[in-house]
């Protein structure tokens, strides 16, 4: 891969950098070569983090989408929408649209207070 040219997919550049390292590794770099080599470093380094972070997006939906499907399956569809409105909000907001639990009913209750 030329310095101009665009990095095609995530395999290949991840490959171009570990060359570009092994050259500055190396020593034998010229000044010039060393700040062209930097200069197309930094922009693989963006691409890779571009397709990493669109990745994770891909990830995050699928797990949403395998939310939704597993409630959808276990014969609670008006829980779906709450639940993945629940996981898109985060874990502080999720938790505060829960209803109450009620207490099992194998549970001991507490002990009445003797009247007074």
Request: charged share 30%; glycine share 6%.
């Amino acid at each position: 891969m030329s310095e101009l040219s665009e990095p095609t997919d995530y395999e290949s550049a991840t490959a171009r950098l570990d060359e570009i390292v092994a050259r500055l590794d190396s020593g034998d770099a010229q000044l010039r070569e060393t700040l062209d080599l930097c200069a197309e470093a930094k922009t693989l380094i963006e691409y890779c983090a571009t397709e990493l972070a669109a990745v994770d997006e891909g990830l995050k939906e699928l797990r949403l989408e395998d939310l939704a499907a597993s409630l959808q399956d276990s014969g609670q569809p008006g829980e779906t929408a709450a639940a993945v409105e629940s996981a898109q909000a985060g874990p502080g907001l999720a938790e505060s649209t829960l209803p109450d639990e009620a207490p099992l009913p194998d549970e001991p209750s507490p002990p009445e207070e003797p009247p007074f």
